[in-house]
């Protein structure tokens, strides 16, 4: 069982307004909700092979000259309500990641739940199969 009826997260889960990678496809937007990964400014002690780095001026949207980290172990769906615009240079904005930083985001999510064969042995007893998705969109997650 899963209390997903109290009032929203607990701690140690995240539960302040921050950036976000929202991982769902646009093909998935009916559900009303999206599958989401918290960036932090927070460097994680240690770091895992779930922790991916984004370096500091990469991305206009982030703080500026400060390291920031997708934490894939902290994965999880929000409803589209708890998601709003960044701030990109004075405008909103639904910016995107590159393909390499999108990419490494997918796989840290993936060693997060232990399903990336090559941190297993080269096994996996859950077949895993990620397509191309075009879509990146780095939000803030704001509190309702």
Not at 121 to 127: A, F, H, L, P, R
Request: glycine share 6%; charged share 25%.
């Amino acid at each position: 069982m899963c209390d997903f009826e109290s009032d929203g997260f607990v701690r140690p889960e995240m539960q302040k307004i921050r950036h976000c990678v929202v991982l769902s496809p646009r093909g998935r937007r009916h559900t009303g909700c999206c599958i989401v990964v918290p960036i932090s400014g927070v460097a994680p002690d240690p770091v895992e092979p779930h922790h991916v780095l984004i370096k500091a001026n990469k991305y206009s949207f982030f703080k500026k000259d400060q390291d920031v980290w997708a934490k894939g172990d902290m994965v999880t769906h929000v409803s589209f309500a708890r998601l709003d615009r960044v701030l990109d240079q004075g405008r909103y904005a639904s910016p995107s990641l590159s393909a390499e930083d999108f990419k490494a985001i997918q796989t840290a999510v993936l060693n997060a739940m232990g399903l990336n064969p090559q941190l297993r042995g080269g096994k996996c007893e859950t077949e895993v199969k990620i397509t191309s998705v075009q879509v990146t969109e780095t939000i803030e997650v704001k509190k309702v």
